[in-house]
């Protein structure tokens, strides 16, 4: 049995978002599960000394223009979110804490979380918004609501950004295939040759 | 008659390097010619806040590892330089004063610069490399170690890096189809998908 692989990822990520919706198949081409693994940006914007994407001068046009094109490209709605970042801790506590009961249901939630921000234009950011959209899912919306302010879930993804960190993943979506770190969707045409071959 | 696909390069750039061998075949199946343009990222970068790639914490880690791994992905022989990155001025003067004698010849040697950077390892920042390598292309040596150092050349590739950065040319690769800019080696499948469509 292979091991997962490893998706990373921030709520806030414009890629990540449409990498959310491609992950699970690639892997599943070969027999391979997903571990939805979510993280903050923010943190590792300090670790790298890099700025959000829509802040850095020129690049910043070009992503705004890049993003709405990289989702008609695959075929995915997008609009872009009237607050941009935003701090996805509120909606990331709630993906993680459903994780330790209901995998399967905790990416439901990702997706969703995704979903309400990139096309129903949704600031995840408050706690309560994030915690009905948990409720789409058959969430029952207090006890997400309560994660959210958990010392227990905000210490687990804590220690859960520092290991993402440990492992060298600096960026969002960032995949990692048996050790073998891939940044952006743009790296899903190798990661798609790396689960075929087994490396190159 | 279309314009052409504008190609904008550093020729320290490695993802530049890997895309100078694929742009005139992406941009010929569809009857499009490829205007090569030499720009400085070290410019650049001064203008976005930007640093090299591998400069950056834990970003240059995996950079060191993806470019060797896109190069063997795309099929195209790579070897990380002692030196990195360079200043390529020498490099992109010797190119460009050829440009206005000699379209062809240019990109011929743009290709033999990346080419003596990233597979043999040559230190093109020295002027008198470059001119050696602009030679076996059947440039003068001499002409072309005066090209180097000749105001007018120096003039005219500063000019150009202004131009480009005008329209909105911060990376390398930068592909300009039709207005549309494209960062990035991992855009020349959208590239493809908008010479074929038109846009999308």
Known sequence: MSAPVEFYFDLSSPYGYLAAQKIDALAAKYGRTVDWRPILLGVMFKATGMAPLTEVPMKGEYSKRDFPRSARFHGLSFRMPSRFPIPTQAAARIVLWLKEQDRARAVRVAK??????????????????AAAIAAREGVDPAAARAAVDDPVVKDALKREVEKALARGVFGSPFVIVDDEPFWGLDRFDQIDRWLASGGF
């Open 112 to 129: 969703a979380m995704f979903h309400a921000y990139f096309v129903d234009d949704i600031d995840i950011s408050n706690p309560d918004a």
